[in-house]
């Protein structure tokens, strides 16, 4: 049967400790004492005691309706008469239907469970009493009993079957032994979110909110943030729920940019007020390496940028993250020259111009044909331009791992352009590297100390197409490489 496991439904683990007999007096069919083995064994009762049977409990009828209860059949003991039955109980309850002239305690069989479990705890041997099918108790019967027990149903059809009856007074029974917590929240592999990471979704939600403009009616606010928070917390979010929460915040918010400027709002403002530090330890889970391979596999060279404009803030925080790279001996040498002046930017541009049209000379026939055919930079278009320079020699990390590899701080700028770009392509920018260029001129021309090397000259905007291939494959200049031809084993 579906939900059992047969392999503990052995007499002696029936019980798990003493229990009251289940005692039926005079029943008439086979099949309903089969069935009240049935409901006994689901609630982990084991003795049962029958008066005076018109049917055996072992008659093919009461096994086959027992459905595989017949352990308790077999175990059961029949007697002559009801005070045969309990000769050796020292508190009896007889269950019936209906009220009876007699002076007794009557009870629910929720509060008579809780009386069978504290007599047996005393030691006490207890059973209940359960009447014929048609008849119930007669009141001889209920005569011999310490106490009645009524099932309180609709007053205007109580009439039970003799298992049913037997179930709701067992059911109780069981219940009132039983450590099933009322009310579990079944979180299989995951946690619940700690309030760290939760408090960080919330930061998030609202500063989305703020900009598109929910929240914008200055006294409801803190009641509407309160209202919000309330929310969220009855559900007991998972740490899965807050990071799914957050992507879909942040796809939400990428939308709602647009309005809000509309709106008047100060996007940029909001934007670099930074969110609380992640401290909770992450979970990456196999959805977040799907998502982190469709990032690698989309992160692009992008040369053609649209002209929306990007937010300063935007601009900030991918800077934030690319401080997060790897440096070495943690020098961090990388340095950000972000060009905004458009004599600094025309001055970039012809620097790369004359360097272009050099290597094009570098060329002949078919190739510079391609070559001169190609684009190689968004110089043109791209709203945002960062000079990465790399202080060859920073203070920072005492010089640690570099005194064999000295290019190793170099090594490190470039690492953060990495995350810089990925960082870039996970928000929807796009990021292209230009290097046709001469480094002396990008230097003057963004005026930084004369030691620093010009690692890249970044254009940063969203762009125009998206593709999964780079641009010099689709061209035709050079194909991607198979990845075993990179890979030595030695
Ligand atoms: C150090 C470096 C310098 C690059 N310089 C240029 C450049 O001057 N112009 C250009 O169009 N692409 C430049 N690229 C982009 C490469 O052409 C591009 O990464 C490559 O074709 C692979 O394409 P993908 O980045 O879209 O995968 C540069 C890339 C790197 C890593």
Request: a negative charge.
């Amino acid at each position: 049967m579906s939900g059992t496991d047969t392999s503990r439904a052995q007499p002696e683990t029936v019980t798990n400790g003493a229990a009251p007999a289940i005692v039926l007096v005079r029943p008439q069919l086979a099949e309903n004492i089969g069935m009240v083995a049935r409901a006994m064994l689901n609630c982990a009762l084991g003795e049962m005691r029958l008066v005076a049977p018109n049917e055996p409990a072992t008659h093919e009828r009461a096994v086959s309706a027992s459905s595989g209860a017949d352990l308790v059949l077999r175990a059961s003991a029949e007697f002559p008469d009801t005070r045969a039955a309990i000769a050796d109980c020292h508190w009896v309850l007889a269950t019936t239907a209906r009220r009876r002239e007699q002076v007794k305690p009557v009870m629910t069989p929720h509060r008579a469970a809780a009386e069978l479990r504290a007599r047996i705890a005393a030691g006490q041997k207890v059973a209940v009493l359960f009447g014929p099918e048609r008849t119930g108790l007669d009141n001889d019967d209920v005569s011999l009993a310490d106490a009645v027990c009524e099932v309180p149903l609709n007053p205007a059809y109580c009439s039970l079957n003799l298992a049913q009856a037997v179930l709701l007074v067992a059911y109780e029974w069981f219940q009132s032994g039983s450590g099933t917590p009322p009310y579990e929240l079944v979180l299989n592999d995951t946690l619940p979110a700690e309030k760290d990471s939760v408090l960080n979704l919330y930061a998030h939600i609202e500063r989305e909110l703020e900009l598109c403009g929910f929240l914008r009616v200055e006294d409801k606010r803190p009641s509407m943030v309160r209202n919000l928070r309330a929310l969220f917390n009855r559900v007991e979010l998972t740490e899965q729920e807050v990071r799914t929460l957050h992507g879909m915040v942040a796809e939400l918010a990428h939308g709602s940019l647009r309005r809000a400027r509309k709106l008047g709002i100060d996007v940029d403002k909001l934007r670099a007020a930074p969110l609380p530090l992640y401290t909770s330890k992450p979970i990456f889970d196999s959805s977040f390496c799907d998502k982190l391979t469709q990032l690698l596999v989309w992160r692009r060279d992008v040369r053609r940028f649209s002209t929306e404009p990007v937010s300063a803030a935007a601009v900030d925080e991918l800077i934030e993250q690319a401080c997060l790279a790897p440096s070495v001996g943690n020098c961090q040498p990388w340095r950000f020259a972000i060009v905004e002046d458009p004599a600094r930017r025309a001055r970039v541009r012809a620097s790369y111009e004359a360097a272009n049209a050099e290597a094009l000379a570098g060329y002949a026939g078919e190739q510079a044909r391609l070559y001169a055919s190609l684009k190689l930079s968004g110089l043109d278009r791209a709203p945002v331009q960062i000079a990465v320079f790399a202080d060859p020699d920073p203070a920072e990390g005492a010089g640690l791992g570099r005194q064999t590899m000295p290019q190793a701080v170099h090594y490190s700028a470039v690492a953060a352009v990495q995350t810089l770009w990925l960082a870039a392509r996970a928000r929807g920018l796009g990021l292209g590297m230009v290097s046709i260029l001469d480094p002396a001129e990008v230097a003057a021309a963004c005026e930084v100390p004369p030691a620093w090397d010009l690692i890249a000259y970044l254009c940063i905007g969203y762009p125009e197409e998206e593709h999964a291939d780079p641009e010099l494959v689709r061209a035709g200049w050079q194909d991607r490489l198979p990845v075993g031809s990179v890979v030595l084993r030695r």
